[in-house]
């Protein structure tokens, strides 16, 4: 396993559509290990593959609490079959937008349709932060950004921030 770079904005590869898995085999289940080290290094509770520079359709996840025992999650070829009208806001952050937090309006529930560790297809609800997060990966498989769906002002703003603090960071390494 291996903790791989976490790509950041303005990156555009992170605008990139995923494209879909075609066999679960060792190697993408090698991704997923990797995916899955890297995230729990962040930390951070998702991470989709292309924000580790890999455009294909895999998720992982792992909603545990700190003082829970880890409980990973893979989703390969995932898709959201249903969202229920009901709408609820919830304060997100990203790896890839560092240090920056705001409110994002998503559906209360979503169901799922993906593919597991070893290519099983598995049908499921997601409600609470399950259902957050998964439409949060989702959104990165199309290049799309929760600071995407804030107002354009906003947007500017958190990349201006995630560039100056990335310029801070380096000129004190320096
Ligand atoms: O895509 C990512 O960067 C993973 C996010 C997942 C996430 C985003 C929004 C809401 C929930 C989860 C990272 O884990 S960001 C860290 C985080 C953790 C808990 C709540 C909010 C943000
Ligand atoms: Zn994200």
């Given at each position: ?21 075609e ?53 390969v ?13 919830y304060?997100?952050?990203c ?23 070893h ?16 439409q949060?990966?989702m ?11 804030l ?24």
């Open positions: 396993m291996a903790i791989r770079e976490i790509l950041t904005v303005p990156d555009p590869r992170l605008k990139q559509v995923s494209k879909p898995v066999t679960v085999d060792d190697a993408l289940r090698a991704l997923m290990d990797d995916m899955l080290e890297t995230m729990y290094a962040a930390p951070g509770i998702g991470l989709a593959a292309i924000q580790v520079g890999e455009p294909v359709r895999v998720i992982v996840m792992d909603l545990a609490r700190e003082d829970e025992a880890p409980a990973p999650r893979y989703f070829n995932p898709e959201v079959t249903w969202a229920a009208d009901e709408t609820l806001p304060e997100e952050g790896l890839s937008v560092p240090e920056v937090y705001d409110e994002v309006e998503r559906p209360a529930r979503v169901k799922l349709r993906y593919l597991d560790y290519g099983h297809q598995i049908e499921e609800e997601a409600e609470g932060l399950f259902a957050v997060c998964f949060h990966e959104d990165h498989l199309e290049g799309v950004l929760f600071i995407d769906h107002s354009r002002l906003k947007r500017d703003r958190a990349v201006a921030k995630v560039k100056k603090d990335r310029l801070t960071r380096r000129s004190k390494a320096a």
